[in-house]
């Protein structure tokens, strides 16, 4: 079903979890800008709630995060992590509703299940809450029994567990040993605690990784029951990641492999009775994220594909990002001056980008090729992007359907560099980005 076109996938693109893209971000917007969001809230927000720890540091992981390995270290940033949940709360008007929570990371469980239940307990006090669809992410090898009470007298309703790989000799090959039978107890665990949405991060593309491989990984999945499974293509940038530096380079994939493994995947799991979700994700029908691609619900934002459709998302944590409809902020990725700038009661929002019209235009396009596979484009966009857009037309990748834009089922794989037409600010930095699949 899809046909390998090397040059056009040839160039990084970002993967819009955000328009305009972090890379965009800069030290213009602060403190200040992002406590006038705050203050004009209203309706309903959603909140992402970043623990950056882990037990054990995976080498391929980009992710804002260090060894939980320091009680003192852990304790002081969730002090100040308590601390900014108060200052936030304080800045959002009453009319302003949570009806979502996430927690992610590194790993939550990378804390104690008593310091957890201290976190969400305070979001429970501070913010207006009525009864929140809460998200945890989890690592399997740290996910002991203890958890299991947790997890079902918070009501966590979704978890997502990063596997990657059940093939033994990847997983040492990328720093993260976990065996199947700890995935299995893993799942069985959430299972009986009441999570009804399982989500498995599975990856291809990896280090000596055959279509065996992923053919044995996406089985196991299956078997498991997982409801949603995000499929992504391993991402080398040593000169970004110093840690990926453990990786052997030599025994990657290249780019026609990886593009067959990400083919396979995806006819493998339709024929699974999974329904893709955008480039990457699959759900079982009943899944609320299938059912919001197939009544075109469908979102995109930091968390990646959501049936989410609040129109703020507030970030809390070092390096956590809010976003506003006119506004993107991040706050202080380092975990030093993070604590720091909260022990002087202030918000840690360094940088960032105001959304203009213009902006969101663009970002409204964007969306909807990747939610929806298609976008209504006005005149002047067409005069703009349809000569960029020229080789995907000739391949079949894409049509004109009037003034919209229809990306074509066997242009699933390129729906990314589609949109990047769109995207004026990627003429001088498409080489910091990853490739498209």
């Known amino acids: 079903m899809w046909t390998y076109h090397p040059d056009l996938l040839a160039i990084p693109v970002p993967r819009y979890t955000s328009f305009p893209t972090a890379a965009e971000f800069g030290e213009g917007v602060g403190p200040a800008d992002y406590e006038v969001a705050l203050e004009r809230t209203t309706g309903d927000v959603s909140l992402y709630v970043h623990i950056p720890f882990c037990e054990k540091i995976c080498w391929y992981c980009g992710c804002n995060t260090s060894v939980a390995n320091r009680r003192d270290r852990v304790a002081s940033y969730l002090d100040a992590l308590h601390r900014e949940i108060v200052l936030v709360a304080e800045r959002l008007p009453a009319g302003a509703r949570i009806t979502r929570i996430a927690f992610g990371g590194g790993s939550p469980n990378g804390?104690?299940?008593?310091?957890?239940?201290?976190?969400?307990?305070?979001?429970?006090?501070?913010?207006?809450?009525?009864?929140?669809?809460?998200?945890?992410?989890?690592?399997?090898?740290?996910l002991g029994p203890e958890w299991a009470d947790v997890i079902a007298t918070v009501g966590i309703e979704r978890a997502s567990l990063g596997v990657q790989?059940?093939?033994?000799?990847?997983?040492?090959?990328?720093?993260?040993?976990?065996?199947?039978?700890?995935?299995?107890?893993?799942?069985?665990?959430?299972?009986?605690?009441?999570?009804?949405?399982?989500?498995?991060?599975?990856?291809?593309?990896?280090?000596?990784?055959?279509?065996?491989?992923?053919?044995?990984?996406?089985?196991?999945?299956?078997?498991?029951?997982?409801?949603r499974i995000a499929l992504f293509g391993y991402a080398h940038v040593p000169h970004l990641?110093?840690?990926?530096?453990?990786?052997?380079?030599?025994?990657?994939?290249?780019?026609?492999a990886r593009f067959a493994m990400a083919a396979f995947g995806h006819e493998y799991l339709l024929d699974r009775g999974y329904v893709?979700?955008?480039?990457?994700?699959?759900?079982?029908?009943?899944?609320?994220?299938?059912?919001?691609?197939?009544?075109?619900?469908?979102?995109?934002?930091?968390?990646?594909?959501?049936?989410?459709?609040?129109?703020?998302?507030?970030?809390?944590?070092?390096?956590?990002?809010?976003?506003?409809p006119d506004l993107l902020v991040q706050n202080?990725?380092?975990?030093?001056?993070?604590?720091?700038?909260?022990?002087?009661?202030?918000?840690?929002?360094?940088?960032?980008?105001?959304?203009?019209?213009?902006?969101?235009?663009?970002?409204?396009?964007?969306?909807?090729?990747?939610?929806?596979?298609?976008?209504?484009?006005?005149?002047?966009?067409?005069?703009?992007a349809w000569p960029l857009l020229a080789p995907y037309f000739a391949a079949g990748l894409c049509e004109a359907d009037g003034d919209d834009l229809v990306i074509a089922p066997g242009g699933l794989p390129y729906a990314r560099s589609i949109a990047a037409r769109f995207d004026p600010y990627r003429k001088d930095s498409l080489r910091r980005f990853s490739s498209a699949v």
Do not use: W
């Open 276 to 324: 893709a979700v955008g480039f990457d994700h699959f759900a079982l029908p009943g899944d609320p994220l299938a059912q919001a691609m197939l009544t075109g619900h469908l979102r995109r934002n930091f968390q990646g594909f959501t049936e989410d459709q609040a129109p703020v998302l507030l970030g809390l944590g070092a390096s956590a990002i809010s976003g506003f």
């Open 165 to 227: 790989t059940f093939a033994p000799r990847l997983q040492q090959a990328i720093g993260r040993v976990q065996p199947a039978r700890m995935i299995e107890e893993g799942t069985a665990m959430l299972r009986a605690a009441g999570v009804a949405s399982i989500n498995f991060d599975l990856m291809y593309g990896l280090p000596g990784q055959t279509m065996a491989h992923l053919k044995d990984s996406l089985e196991q999945t299956v078997a498991l029951g997982a409801d």
């Open 111 to 142: 804390i104690s299940p008593i310091d957890f239940v201290r976190l969400v307990d305070a979001l429970t006090l501070q913010f207006e809450t009525s009864r929140p669809v809460t998200s945890i992410e989890l690592d399997p090898r740290t």
């Open 241 to 256: 990641i110093a840690r990926q530096r453990k990786i052997d380079a030599s025994a990657l994939p290249d780019a026609a």
């Open 332 to 384: 202080e990725k380092n975990t030093g001056r993070y604590r720091m700038m909260l022990s002087q009661e202030r918000l840690t929002a360094t940088r960032g980008i105001v959304r203009h019209a213009e902006d969101r235009r663009r970002g409204a396009v964007i969306e909807a090729l990747l939610c929806r596979g298609r976008a209504a484009v006005e005149p002047d966009l067409h005069r703009e």
